[in-house]
T-cell receptor, first 114, second 110 residues
């Protein structure tokens, strides 16, 4: 059974803190994604990675960075958290293929920045 | 303006009703996805289709490429179908990246 796990379900941080969100997949997938989900805006892509140490900006990368040192792990970093980064963060992975990919999602991390 | 539009935004139905959720998009795509999100956050992929029709249990997804439109149907709806249903598309040349609609919140009552 495919599995994508995220390090925390709920997280509360203070403005200015450095925040790490971790995602691990056990499916040997090439692609991994970080999204944020906000009411009325849907899911928006922050960053994605198509291979170890490879990354590409999504639609809203400002204020975020990522790290992929191992194939199974993709980390999202908020260098200096701000209140407008309060959101639900979802990680996903997909198997690279020439055709269309199904994405498998983690359970999400609800981050509150005070 | 979102490139992927869903309607309705909210839908309430009684158990047993036939439900239709619509999705339209603006430019050519390589695939369209329907996803389900239950309260608590987890998202599950229901269908991925690039033409025609797919069926899984009580769920049916159709797509009309010429009209740039897809529908998700639920037959004999049940309260456990209550969830947010999300349409997403992948564009030609960017097969792995998805653009999402804002979702349709479905509530099925007894």
């Amino acid at each position: 059974d495919v599995k994508v796990t995220q390090s925390s379900r709920y997280l509360v941080k203070r403005t200015g803190e450095k925040v790490f969100l971790e995602c691990v997949q056990d499916m040997d997938h090439e692609n991994m994604f970080w999204y944020r989900q906000d009411p009325g805006l849907g899911l928006r892509l922050i960053y994605f990675s198509y291979d170890v140490k490879m990354k590409e900006k999504g639609d809203i990368p400002e204020g975020y960075s990522v790290s992929r040192e191992k194939k199974e792990r993709f980390s999202l970093i908020l260098e200096s958290a701000s209140t407008n980064q309060t959101s639900m963060y979802l990680c996903a992975s997909s198997l690279f293929s020439r055709g269309q990919d199904t994405q498998y999602f983690g359970p999400g991390t609800r981050l509150t920045v005070l | 303006k979102n490139e992927v539009e869903q309607s309705p935004q909210n839908l309430t139905a009684q158990e047993g009703e036939f439900i239709t959720i619509n999705c339209s998009y603006s430019v050519g795509i390589s695939a369209l996805h329907w996803l389900q999100q239950h309260p608590g956050g987890g998202i599950v992929s229901l269908f991925m289709l690039s033409s025609g029709k797919k069926k899984h249990g009580r769920l049916i997804a159709t797509i009309n490429i010429q009209e740039k439109h897809s529908s998700l149907h639920i037959t004999a709806s049940h309260p456990r179908d209550s969830a947010v249903y999300i349409c997403a598309v992948s564009y030609t040349g960017t097969a792995s990246k998805l653009t999402f609609g804002t979702g349709t919140r479905l509530q099925v009552t007894l």
